[in-house]
């Protein structure tokens, strides 16, 4: 696995007009019903935040008319005792307004976490399911950032947006109320900056969005990038690739730095140009009103409150084009989530859980006829396949390297759908044997093992969770790896780090036969190892892969002579066609291809065997 065509085709790079099969137009719609659906069972905290911003909106633009009426009403009167009245009820409404803006900012943020832990968890269980040939399309990178960045942006909506909206909407209405209310002339002078403020705020907009969709793009490749070369590192430095890499690295960062630049270009005009706007409209107000004092037509209660309304005006206008940016955003963004849920190839199995199982236990055979198949198009990586597996029997499968033996294994244990032909397992076509009956039954060892970070312990019952500790230890025992894990420092309760850093290939093949010993599969299918160990490792794992297959139907991808020889028949491949089945015996003697590659592999037996 892992060798097939990258960075095309992914789920991720589809551009088209329709998405989700809608046209754009209701795309953005379908999305928030989805995203819906992820509230729904949080009603009662919305409703409860709705309640709070919407009855506290207008506590806000109540401030700059509590200042009027105390400058006109009671201190150009010098009436103290009036004044204190209305100073406590704007200290109440300030501090109302701050209990109001705690409350909604905490629920608002529990609404968000809570649905993005749902999401999250919803990706999660998706990507899961979803068969090898969607993560050879796929890079790991570009999955990170789907899971991370993609659902942050999600949060930033739900947690502020949505209700925030609401609250900045209502405010705007108070605050174009009460402005009309105490001088509709003074309110068309400040409005009639309005028109030239949402010109700039829809020009900068549409070009901030674009350059944080590039940022995101960027972010992707970013993560790609260094997700590979940080596994890949060994790798860089044996083959002295450095500077090399770095300079690619440079490349990728340099674009992601302009595009940062680009949103950063563009807000630093966008925020001066709005405060100088908002300092003209003052401009204007003061201008207006002193023409107005001097005819004694207006108090300066009402200019003061006006000037105060400007800033208050303009903030929830500034906030509502920011959400409208973090909404095109996580848009974009539930779009490429949505996207990857909607992932279906190769699900056909889902709800099958309850389904009864047509298959418990394997007693008759495996059966491949005239299988085709290729990994993209066209491209036959096995061509006409037949051959059959009695219960219980052991077969070796050998082959050049590239002739399709580890296809063979990804067809059977269905990583990989095939094209033609059929396979049978006791009778039963493959396609309708449900997933889970399936991998209960064929139990594999990956050429590479890979082990999480966790114990020893932990990794070995990793398919079988529930399994006691004396049964796991002596799994250990009987497949040779107890004396090596004993050693280790903690023994069973050894930390493993990453991907097995820090154990050797014999002592991870160990661990991997232990666990598959656990899991206890009545066809075992073992990937050998191509990896040279020293002798006595490799003896343990001889004794331990004949431990492994003793009472079981194995087939084994057979790179060591030993395994070969105890099978009980040989299936010899060659670009992809079954050249010639038999023992060791039989397909020496034949002198065809299986002799040739055993000459090649032991070119010690030559003189023995007078070859
Ligand atoms: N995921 C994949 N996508 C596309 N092509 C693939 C994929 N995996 C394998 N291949 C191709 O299919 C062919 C057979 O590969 P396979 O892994 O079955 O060979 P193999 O006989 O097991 O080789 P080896 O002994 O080296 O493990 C190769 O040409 C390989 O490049």
Do not use: C
């Not at 940022?215 to 940080?230: S, Y």
């Not at 084009?321 to 974009?332: E, G, L, P, R, Y």
């Not at 114990?455 to 025992?477: D, K, Y």
């Not at 060591?560 to 010639?580: F, N, P, T, Y």
Request: hydrophobic share 45%.
């Amino acid at each position: 696995m892992g060798k097939g065509p990258r960075g095309q085709g992914g789920f991720t790079t589809q551009q088209d007009d329709t998405l989700h099969g809608r046209k754009k137009g209701s795309v953005d719609s379908y999305i928030v019903s989805r995203l819906l659906q992820y509230i729904k069972p949080l009603k009662g905290l919305v409703a409860t935040a709705i309640i709070i911003t919407v009855g506290g909106s207008f506590l806000g633009p109540l401030r700059p008319y509590l200042t009027k009426v105390a400058i006109d009403d009671h201190i150009s009167k010098g009436d103290l005792q009036g004044l204190g009245a209305i100073s406590l009820i704007l200290g109440a409404v300030i501090l109302l307004d701050g209990i109001k803006q705690y409350a909604a900012t905490w629920l608002a943020q529990v609404i968000g976490q809570k649905a993005v832990f749902n999401i999250r968890m919803d990706v999660f269980r998706h990507l899961q399911k979803l068969p090898a040939r969607f993560y050879d399309r796929n890079p790991i990178g570009r999955l990170i950032t789907r899971t991370t960045n993609d659902i942050e942006s999600l949060n930033e909506l739900l947690s502020s947006g949505i209700v925030t909206i609401l609250g900045d909407t209502l405010q705007l209405v108070f605050i174009v109320g009460i402005m009309v209310w105490i001088d509709w002339q003074l309110t068309l002078v400040v409005l009639a900056i309005l028109p030239l403020m949402l010109y700039a705020t829809v020009f900068f907009k549409s070009r901030v969005r674009i350059a944080f969709q590039d940022v995101r793009t960027h972010v992707a490749r970013l993560n790609t990038f260094f997700q590979e070369h940080i596994t890949g590192m060994a790798i860089v430095q044996l083959f002295n690739r450095q500077e090399r890499e770095s300079e690619a690295y440079a490349a990728i960062n340099r674009d992601h730095r302009d595009a940062n630049i680009r949103t950063v270009f563009y807000f630093s005009i966008y925020y001066p140009l709005i405060e100088t706007l908002s300092a003209v409209a003052a401009g204007l107000v003061i201008w207006y009103s002193g023409v107005r004092l001097l005819k004694a037509d207006l108090t300066i209660g009402i200019v003061i409150s006006f000037v105060q309304y400007i800033s208050l005006f303009f903030r929830p206008l500034q906030h509502l084009s920011d959400k409208f940016n973090t909404m095109q955003t996580a848009i974009a963004s539930s779009d490429r989530i949505f996207r990857l849920l909607d992932e279906k190839e190769g699900l056909e199995d889902e709800g099958e859980k309850d389904a009864a199982s047509p298959l418990d236990t394997f007693t008759g055979s495996i059966e491949f006829k005239n299988v085709w198949f290729a990994y993209e198009h066209e491209n036959w990586v096995l061509r006409d396949v037949s051959f059959s597996i009695r219960h219980g029997e052991k077969i070796a499968i050998v082959g050049a390297t590239g002739s399709g033996k580890t296809t063979i294994i990804n067809i059977l244990s269905r990583l990989y759908p095939y094209q033609q032909g059929e396979v049978l397992v006791d009778g039963i076509r493959l396609e309708e044997i449900p997933q889970q009956s399936l991998r209960s039954l064929v139990g594999v060892v990956m050429q590479d093992v890979f082990l999480f970070s966790g114990t020893i312990q932990e990794n070995l019952a990793f398919g079988n969770p529930s399994v006691p500790f004396e049964t796991l230890r002596q799994a250990a025992e009987t497949v040779g790896a107890d004396r090596f894990i004993r050693k280790l420092p903690g023994g069973y309760s050894y930390r493993v780090l990453e991907n097995g850093t820090g154990l050797s290939t014999g002592q991870k093949q160990l661990i991997a036969f232990v666990r598959a010993l656990l899991y206890n599969p009545e066809i075992l299918v073992l990937d050998e190892a191509t990896s040279s160990v020293d002798t006595e490792t490799e003896g343990l794992i001889d004794r331990a892969t004949e431990r492994l297959m003793k009472d079981r139907t194995s087939i084994i991808i057979a790179h060591r002579l030993s395994s070969v020889q105890k099978a009980d028949r040989i299936i010899v491949l060659h670009k992809g066609v079954i050249r010639e089945t038999g023992s060791h015996q039989e397909l020496l003697k034949e002198r065809g291809l299986y002799h040739k590659l055993y000459l090649l592999q032991h070119p010690e037996t030559l003189t023995a065997e007078g070859a």
